[in-house]
T-cell receptor, first 111, second 111 residues
Framework: GENVEQHPSTLSVQEGDSAVIKCTYS??????FPWYKQELGKRPQLIID?????GEKKDQRIAVTLNKTAKHFSLHITETQPEDSAVYFC??????????FGQGTELSVKP | NAGVTQTPKFQVLKTGQSMTLQCAQD?????MYWYRQDPGMGLRLIYY???????DKGEVPNGYNVSRLNKREFSLRLESAAPSQTSVYFC??????????FGAGTRLSVL
């Protein structure tokens, strides 16, 4: 069945360093790849997304890259800050609207 | 404009009891979703509704039923709760740009 694998499950960085989270997906029909940030006790919120017709998208300190041939995509956070600490989820979706989520990465940014 | 509203926020049930989780959105979205979130397992799709009048099973539908009451409301029912259904439940609706917006969640404990 459809599957999204996300690594690492936990990531600890020093403030100011970069963080990279990677995901692979199995469904070739996937064409939409969002990233959600979930703070403790809160709802998941979209931080960036990429569609299959582009290879990279950037929004200030966050960027996402997509390699459709290899079926993987990554989230890059530069100049990390303590408020970036949260759980991050990748997901893969298609025109039908269903999203398959990765297992999540708990990012801890130490001041 | 409240977005996606879920009730209740917290619930404790005894094994075998039934309950309905309510979800409503005011963004005029066609598609709505129910997920459960368990530690280390990301968000798993229980049921979804692509449009008013239709519902379909997701990854983990067993033990649940849904009703798409109208375009705004999508409810999730547990007929006979089991401890394995202890989880955090999120409702979401999807925009025409494929972005899913989540409710604040319902934290359910089944004893």
């Amino acid at each position: 069945g459809e599957n999204v694998e996300q690594h690492p499950s936990t990531l600890s960085v020093q403030e100011g360093d970069s963080a990279v989270i990677k995901c692979t997906y199995s469904d070739s029909a996937s064409n939409y790849f969002p990233w959600y940030k979930q703070e403790l006790g809160k709802r998941p919120q979209l931080i960036i997304d990429i569609r299959s017709n582009v290879g990279e998208k950037k929004d200030q300190r966050i960027a996402v890259t997509l390699n459709k041939t290899a079926k993987h995509f990554s989230l890059h956070i530069t100049e990390t800050q303590p408020e970036d600490s949260a759980v991050y989820f990748c997901a893969a979706g298609n025109q039908g609207g269903k999203l398959i989520f990765g297992q999540g990465t708990e990012l801890s940014v130490k001041p | 404009n409240a977005g996606v509203t879920q009730t209740p926020k917290f619930q404790v049930l005894k094994t075998g009891q039934s309950m309905t989780l309510q979800c409503a959105q005011d963004m005029n979205h066609n598609s709505m979703y129910w997920y459960r979130q368990d530690p280390g397992m990301g968000l798993r799709l229980i049921y979804y509704s692509a449009s008013e009048g239709t519902t379909d099973k997701g990854e983990v539908p067993n033990g649940y039923n849904v009703s798409r009451l109208n375009k705004r409301e999508f409810s999730l029912r547990l007929e006979s709760a089991a401890p394995s259904q202890t989880s955090v439940y999120f409702c979401a609706s999807r925009s025409d740009k494929n972005i899913q917006y989540f409710g604040a969640g319902t934290r359910l404990s089944v004893l």
